[in-house]
């Protein structure tokens, strides 16, 4: 399929690495419009970029829950664009966090946490039990333990349903505006979560409109617009006034 | 009239009346639950892409929603033992009030399944669960809140239904009703016993609807429930109770 991109290996720094991908829905606009992105080991990459500009769609194909039309994909050396049927395994190393928080209402806080690693993993019970409240408590909702998802505010149910990503000890953790369905003032304490998990040495995505997180807890910020990358850059080089017009534009419009 | 009430009494604790009336709730009872067994898979075929596998389902959909019941219950009496199949009137009358029965739970059961959000769905994959797993584990849990009140609905039809059945003379509460009053022509006393009897059945399964509803119904912790337990009711398949 895409002989000439997907022979040479990826550098050894990148958690993910794509190459010219292209991804549409009705054959007639790309979505993704050959895409060539490196998302390096361990740091947090934030992507910015305006409605409809295909955020969500590469975020989604980072982990295979949309098929790609060409191109590859490389996570963590190895190119799972090839691995197709079988993404229901990648997705044990790859967690995702959503803007809908989407915790199972039918299960409790401790439920919520458990049930991938139990039924998907085969982590036994007891480790996994033992390993959620660790995670509650260092996201600061201990106490909800046992409560369901209805009874928590949004802000309580994002952090829950980051640390059931968490959950998974994935390599790498995908977030599509995490903040952006929550009132203003829960928006501090998930982002304060996520500051502290993007120093921690795993490898952030971050979808978000959030700039302020940006300049916070960003090593990388790419912008996208139109199904293309606009730019890809160091935070400090993304945020001054070496950026390239596009994107200073695109952050003056955001800043108002 | 006072003697109407004793002739009603009577016909109410006789041990024909009683037998059909065990019959008729044994005709309900088994054909619904056969019912939903061959309801949820037919939903679940539905789900899939492919064309020959809904093809089939929708067919069978469509031949057994499109007859009348009676027609299914004189059919698989009279044409299945032409086939050497020779069944006797009751498993008749549960065959075909089954496989009926099996259409409708298949409309239940694939509406239940749609309103759980596509993005429930999602995060079920996200952490890497296999379309099985998602199925079993995230969405059929939350389709059963809404499942239950129209399964409620189908018990009740089905205990009506399960009348159409004394065409095939099965001895079913209808049949015995009748028979008695036609002996004597106390008609209003016959009937009345057998109305009786199908009232508090209707009344049973009622009840039972609002205990399961409740099981159901959206979760809130009583912090009575120790972790042990929950962790218990996490690994077996069954929902569990709030209380
Ligand atoms: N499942 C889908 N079917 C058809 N078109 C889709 C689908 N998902 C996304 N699109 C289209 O793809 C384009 C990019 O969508 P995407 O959700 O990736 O954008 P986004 O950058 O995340 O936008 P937003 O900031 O609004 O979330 C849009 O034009 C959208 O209409
Ligand atoms: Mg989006």
């Known amino acids: 399929m895409t002989t000439s991109t997907s022979t040479s290996t990826p550098a050894a720094d990148a958690m993910f690495e794509v190459r010219k991908l292209n991804k549409s829905f009705d054959q007639q606009q790309w979505v993704l419009d050959d895409i060539d992105l490196k998302l390096l080991r361990g740091k947090t990459t934030v992507i910015l970029g305006p409605s409809g500009s295909g955020k969500s769609t590469l975020l989604r194909c980072l982990n295979l829950l949309e098929e790609v039309d060409s191109g590859a994909i490389w996570f963590d050396g190895r190119e799972i664009t090839k691995e197709g049927p079988r993404g229901h395994l990648l997705r044990r190393e790859i967690s995702m966090v959503f803007q809908h928080y989407e915790l199972f209402p039918h299960l409790s806080v401790l439920e919520n946490l458990m049930i991938a690693p139990i039924k998907v993993l085969g982590v036994a019970r007891e480790r996994a039990l033992e390993q959620a409240m660790e995670l509650l408590a260092k996201v600061r909702i201990r106490e909800k333990a046992d409560a369901y998802p209805e009874q928590l505010s949004g802000g309580q149910q994002q952090r829950v349903a980051i640390a059931r990503a968490l959950m998974m000890n994935p390599k790498a953790i995908l977030f599509d505006e995490p903040t952006s369905a929550l009132d203003p003032e829960m928006v501090k304490e998930v982002l304060d979560v996520m500051v502290e998990l993007a120093g921690s040495g795993i490898t952030c995505v971050v979808v978000t409109h959030e700039l302020g997180f940006a300049r916070r807890a960003a090593d990388r910020v790419v912008l996208m617009e139109g199904g293309r990358i606009v730019e890809e850059s160091a935070k400090e080089h993304f945020f001054s006034d070496q950026a390239s017009e596009r994107t200073q534009r695109f952050l003056q419009q955001m800043s108002h | ?243």
């Open chain 2, 1 to 243: 009239m006072s003697e109407s009430l004793h002739l009603v009494l009577e016909y109410l604790l006789s041990p024909s009346f009683f037998n059909a009336a065990l019959t008729t709730l044994a005709l309900t009872v088994v054909s619904m639950l056969i019912g939903m067994l061959i309801g949820l898979p037919l939903a679940l075929l539905q789900e899939r892409r492919s064309v020959f596998v809904r093809l089939p389902v929708l067919l069978y959909l469509w031949l057994f929603r499109g007859t009348p019941v009676l027609l299914q219950i004189v059919f698989v009496f009279n044409v299945l033992p032409l086939f050497g199949v020779v069944l006797s009137g009751f498993a008749s009358g549960v065959l075909a009030l089954a496989l009926n029965e099996g259409a409708y739970m298949a409309e239940i059961f694939r509406s239940g399944i749609q309103a759980v959000s596509p993005r429930q769905r999602l995060a079920g994959r996200a952490l890497g669960m296999s379309s099985a797993q998602v199925m079993r584990l995230v969405v059929l849990p939350q389709a059963l809140r809404t499942v239950v009140p129209p399964t409620g609905n189908q018990f009740m039809g089905m205990l009506k239904s399960s009348a159409l059945v004394s065409v095939i003379a099965v001895q079913d509460l209808l049949l015995i009703a009748d028979q008695t009053a036609s002996a004597n022509f106390r008609y209003i006393e016959a009937l009345s016993a057998a109305a009786i009897y199908y009232l508090i059945f209707t009344t049973l399964f009622m009840v039972i609807q609002g205990y399961i509803e409740r099981w159901v119904a959206p979760r809130r912790s009583s912090g009575r429930r120790s972790w042990s337990q929950r962790l218990i009711s996490l690994t077996s398949a069954q929902p569990r109770s709030s209380q």
